[in-house]
């Protein structure tokens, strides 16, 4: 099995695709103006008690207060309080905290009102991004994520992912990174720790330990609303996250980002340097791998499945539901119930796609095709647990009940990916009116004499929906071929699927646009 990350670099950010095998599985959006990144941490100020909710609203910045509960503060608050203060008194405190004294725990079934007080400044930690009419979801308990353990400042516990299921390589690692942990700092460690050694433990440590330092440094001069320990981009922070044997080639279309990821992974995986790749094509990056196609495909409210059958996507405040439909494979099995189990098996397969996807969390209710044996019924259980142990967010997921349905909740910390996969009519605009821009060939062509006569480019790349490419490349003699023998230049034709039936664009020889429509 394959894994691909493709970078997409743009004006205002990025885009990132994970594929696998070619398809699709992830698409992340990166916006340069957004803030407040889950990982992020900021000085914040408090804004209002609420004891009915036994929660605070803390003002870090953003147009509405983020929300802190009680059970969020974390054991150690009374620590973390205490040092923030000093660290922002004239005398400073150190980074290290072997000699910091550890406060007492709170008590789990105290009040917000015991621990926080209106104004007063802590730090805190980005848990859920902003979503919908909410403000971001804030944590006390702060943490550092490296690549193969969790740094976690005034604990002084180790623990280990639960996915190491040998019981002598937790007792190794426990005892590796027993040996190597700063006092007063806790572990948490990860599952791609499985077989490392000390080394490269160590050195991961150093790191989370020199970026804790940084952030303490910016602290004691930080001002409210500030960012003290910022997350990496969303790219690295994949690839920190996922980057594992199977993956077999990274292609960014930016020089700039392109040398960020590679300093990157050279840093965390040397023997994977080779695996970054620079675009260079003249087609934009996603038409090339064929994602903004798959993008069209799978982000509308119906998705097709490989063998006739199709899930119908709604979305809510509330919750997501998924409608599981045979379509035209009802007769392809020898009777009902075995037609039922394989679109169920293969409308699950496509679910846990589509929930990595769109990046959908909350409550999750899939009504399959009802089936009456109980051993099909745990089959398609079984299948579901099996085809979700990819997804890195947390999920839980119920059997199916009587009446057919599987429930499943998965963490939300990001707002939800959506694409708009329906187009008003390029000719109308959706006002039910014709005008002379039916007439697109002609316009196109009236907008390639100017630019080659009256501009004197001396080289044009023409950018046109997959229909409109062709028609000026089909034929002999070419539409294109006309425009060689009349105006002595070869004009470049380039389909883009991202753009309308009759969209186009021209760019010159530097790759800029100098005609859109």
Excluded at 428 to 433: A, E, F, N, V
């Amino acid at each position: 099995m394959s894994n691909e990350l493709i970078i997409n670099s743009t004006q205002n950010g990025g885009r990132i695709a994970l594929l696998r095998d070619k398809s699709l599985v992830e698409l992340h959006f990166e916006n340069n103006e957004e803030k407040f990144t889950v990982g992020d941490i900021y000085l914040g100020t408090v804004r209002k008690l609420v004891p009915g909710l036994n929660a605070a609203f803390i003002d870090i910045g953003y147009e509405k207060d983020a929300f802190l509960h009680y059970l969020d503060l974390g054991p150690k608050v009374q620590s973390l309080l205490r040092y923030i203060k000093r660290a922002q008194s004239r005398g400073g405190v150190s980074p290290k905290l072997a000699e910091f004294k550890i406060e007492p725990d709170i008590d789990k079934l105290g009040k917000i009102t015991e621990v926080l007080k209106p104004n007063h400044k802590i730090l805190v930690q980005v848990v859920k991004e902003p979503i919908s009419t909410k403000g971001p979801r804030l944590s006390c308990e702060l943490s550092i994520a490296g690549r193969y353990i969790v740094l976690v400042p005034f604990s002084n516990s180790i623990n280990i992912s639960k996915k190491i299921s040998e019981q002598g390589e937790r007792k190794r690692l426990i005892r590796l990174i027993s040996s190597i942990k700063p006092d007063n700092f806790g572990i948490i460690i990860r599952t791609v720790a499985e077989g490392k050694e000390v080394a490269e433990l160590d050195r991961d440590l150093r790191e989370l330990v020199a970026k804790w330092t940084k952030g303490i440094q910016a602290l004691s001069k930080a001002k409210p609303r500030q960012k003290v320990i910022g997350e990496m981009s969303r790219a690295t922070s994949m690839l920190r996250d996922i980057l594992n044997e199977s993956f077999d080639s990274i292609t960014v279309d930016d020089p700039a980002t392109f040398e960020d990821i590679k300093g990157f992974i050279r840093n965390i995986a040397p023997d994977k340097e080779k695996i970054v790749k620079l675009y260079n094509g003249r087609t934009k990056i996603f038409e090339n791998f064929g994602i903004e196609k798959q993008m069209k495909a799978l982000f509308g409210k119906t998705v097709s499945l490989p063998n006739g059958g199709y899930l119908v996507i709604e979305h809510t405040e509330a919750l997501h539901v998924i409608d599981v439909n045979s379509g035209n494979k009802s007769n392809a099995e020898a009777d009902q119930e075995a037609t039922a189990l394989n679109v169920n098996l293969e409308a699950a397969t496509e679910v846990s796609r589509q929930l990595r996807l769109r990046d959908m969390g909350g409550i999750i209710v899939i009504d399959f095709i009802d089936m009456k044996r109980a051993e099909n019924k745990k089959k398609l259980f079984d299948h579901v647990k099996q085809v979700m142990k990819s997804d890195r967010s947390k999920y839980t997921i119920l059997p199916l009940s009587k009446f057919g349905l599987m429930q499943i909740t998965r963490q939300r910390v990001r707002p939800e990916v959506n694409i708009v996969t329906k187009e008003k009519c390029p000719t109308c605009k959706g006002t039910g009116k014709i005008d002379a821009s039916i007439n697109v060939a002609d316009v196109i062509e009236n907008t390639l004499d100017y630019i080659l006569t009256k501009q004197n480019e001396k080289s044009v790349s023409l950018l046109v929906h997959p229909y409109l490419y062709s028609y000026f490349k089909q034929g002999w003699p070419s539409s294109q071929f006309k425009w060689l023998m009349k105006y002595h230049r070869w004009v470049k034709v380039v389909k883009d699927s991202s753009l309308g039936i009759l969209e186009y664009m021209f760019l010159n020889q530097h790759g800029e646009i100098i005609e859109i429509h």
